[in-house]
């Protein structure tokens, strides 16, 4: 829904090249309501408000642009002019940024940089996707332990507005090896003793991250360890940037959103839904679909093996009973693997607890079993020709449904102790061993009784 | 998994009463892995050693045990000492604490402690779970406008330990009505003019929450300005206290979770699965499986009408396929209901999107059928009497995927234009109507075709 309140006024100013009124537009409300009150206004003209904004609005502004918007000005406007603005972006931002746009404007742009801003943005590009490298930012305070906490104080004060954050300062060695940490809390609360070495105040026991860690792995740390930032090392722990909380928890919601998807049985998108190419789209749901269906497909082999059981003329009841034993039993294992799996995302249960773990959902199991077979005896014994055939179904719901609780619990851990990813795996898994074994149980307790 | 590196040593230091050793253990590492090495102690014993330690670290060290060992604490140790501790906790999480604990003990705590606090901590548990209220600190630096850079750096210095963040500090009058905010990034860059009154640096386009608002709704608001706090206000908009990044960190976190096990048809726990009671769990699982299971048993009396469809000598092969045209519609109908809700809630699309979703699905099933169904056909000439019979397995999988990709697509918009939850609500009844769907498309196509 795009706001439309300023902008005709917006609109009039640009065509007038009011310059103060836009700058004053700017700076009157948070950088991110303005942004919004902007997004009916194209590319070119968002641009034409934003040149008018003072240097700190201005970038604050654009980068709560939707992306097709910065692009879209990168792309267009004045390269000095842009250049100029992609000096003062956050150094993360500017990186991921620069990845999107045409590679010849931005061959163009990198050149018109600062050679020191240049090295910068080549560095932070060479790091993988979804490492601590590729989201860390590099602007951040770097001090010496000899400093006091006077000076520490006005060295802030004058880097204050270029940093990413002033809520932690990195104490290193001349070589940028990382030495401690200081907080500004602790800077603040040591103003009275103004003499005080960041050297005597830093804490040496730090939580660092590898530049080659996981995305995912560094933001569980930060979580654990309540951080707003966490420092990026590389292995001989010289100090390469920092991650900070808002980034975290960006990752923490893609990673969230993936692991949804993949439990649908979807590769994750990591784009918008209403954006992405629809081939791609197909790609990334046919794949499974494709293996789910021919998972599925072994029950019309199973179903094939039994032709004889459901196709004499007293037995065909029994066929109105095979959705019904098939999805309870994947509902269940549906069930049990998404409880294992958010339990193993969050830490609350680990592999070695699979004892436990087997345990309870085979008690869960029964009682759901008994529960569900209660309701399949009585639906059953309609249809069925005497109540001792009616039984088939709910024996067969309990073995069934025991079978989910079990498999759907168990393979989640097996595949997290094989180094697989639980949630990529177990959802397809467990519902197509559950679909073949419900059928096996249900014929074999049907031969049995019948 | 227990670190059992430091146990031997702690025990021997408890045994001999070695109380500055302990002090130097416990200020010797980060506070969450000093609590970590001591996982393996007793809740008597980590008091031992926690009595020992300075004030901040003792409070530090505390909430980073586990819950179980947190209680153990407060219910069995020196009321005296225990009511110390609980004052210096955060605001926020020792109500939580207070609550888990024996009522009687919990009350003769209360007339421990200071009436100040005490009134904080019966105000903080008056707010509805999940609200801002509920989840808020009250530990907050308020100041006066009138204060100097110079005079408000040394009332935060003097403030510094006690308070959650010094990274906002907030601006109220007398009546303690929010006015403005001043970060402490701005109050570092102003201290070059340290005359200047915070009624001049400060902004008053301030982000709040309400203090009965959703907790979910303020991590996304916190997520989107990219805030460190985010101050809590009541009607009058008066501040009633923050709710700092960590919180934030940790409800997005609860809310993914629950946003997962309701996709999979359990109510969310809101507790560890492995401690959770059977009986409770059990009835969180057996409300959704009695739902879909009674939602499946449509099928089958879907299926007694069709009975002269399939148990002609003829047509029992059709049989072989239901679970499979079944579980097809089911599979693409939950990627289709998955992508939706996890792109509704991330706010990438919104119900008014709904036609250009509805023509995307559409798309999508026509494509996704084909496939499958193409690949259904060849599997279904073997058992089918005819070529022309076999159709009927391609083109019953065509629809019923179009039907799975249309359902699962539209009704979380539905649901969420209905004002309920759609992740609750959407798997489960897609799962039901394609199944329902699945069997009458199957029987019908059979019958216009054989």
Request: charged letters at 25%.
């Amino acid at each position: 829904m795009i706001n439309t309140l300023f902008l005709p006024e917006l609109r009039d100013m640009i065509a007038a090249g009011q310059k103060e009124e836009m700058r004053e537009f700017c700076a009157a409300l948070h950088p991110v309501r303005t942004a919004e009150f902007m997004e009916g206004l194209t590319a070119s003209e968002s641009w034409q408000v934003l040149r008018s904004a003072d240097r700190e609005q201005q970038q604050e502004i654009f980068r709560h642009f939707d992306n097709d918007k910065q692009v879209a000005i990168l792309e267009l406007e004045d390269r000095q002019e842009v250049a100029r603005l992609i000096t003062r972006l956050a150094h993360d931002e500017r990186v991921d940024l620069l990845g999107e746009i045409d590679e010849e404007i931005g061959a163009e742009l990198l050149q018109l940089l600062p050679a020191e801003e240049r090295r910068d943005i080549l560095r932070l590009k060479a790091y993988p996707e979804e490492t601590a490298g590729a989201v860390m930012t590099t602007d951040i305070a770097k001090l010496d332990e000899s400093l006091t906490v006077d000076e520490a104080l006005k060295e802030l004060g004058r880097q204050a507005e270029d940093l990413e954050t002033i809520y932690y300062l990195y104490v290193v060695d001349t070589t940028d090896h990382l030495r401690g940490v200081v907080s500004a809390r602790q800077l603040v609360s040591a103003m009275v003793q103004p003499e005080t070495t960041l050297g005597a105040l830093m804490e040496t026991d730090i939580i660092v991250a590898d530049s080659m860690e996981d995305q995912e792995s560094v933001a569980q740390t930060v979580a654990r360890f309540d951080l707003l930032a966490i420092p990026v090392v590389d292995p001989e722990r010289r100090l390469l940037g920092i991650i900070t909380h808002d980034d975290v928890i960006d990752v923490m919601r893609d990673e969230a959103t993936e692991d949804v998807q993949r439990i649908a049985a979807v590769n994750p998108l990591n784009e918008s839904y209403l954006r992405m190419n629809l081939l791609r789209l197909s790609w990334k749901r046919g794949v499974w679909l494709t293996i789910l269906f021919f998972a599925a497909l072994l029950t019309a082999f199973a179903l094939d093996g039994y032709q004889d059981v459901f196709a004499g003329a007293e037995a065909t009841w029994l066929v109105l009973f095979i959705p019904l034993v098939i999805s309870s039993g994947g509902n269940t294992g549906s069930q049990s693997s998404t409880l294992v799996i958010s339990g193993l995302a969050r830490n609350d249960i680990s592999v070695t607890d699979w004892w436990q773990i087997f345990r309870r959902e085979l008690a869960m199991g029964l009682m759901l079993g008994t529960l569900l077979g209660t309701f399949g005896f009585l639906c059953a014994a309609f249809p069925a020709p005497s109540l001792v055939d009616a039984l088939v179904v709910p024996i067969t719901l309990l073995l069934v449904i025991v079978c989910g609780t079990t498999c759907g619990s168990l393979l989640p851990l097996l595949f997290q102790r094989l180094g697989l990813d639980p949630a990529m795996m177990s959802n397809p898994f467990v519902a197509g061993i559950v679909d073949i074994f419900g059928i096996i149980i249900y014929m074999n307790v049907a031969i049995v009784l019948l």
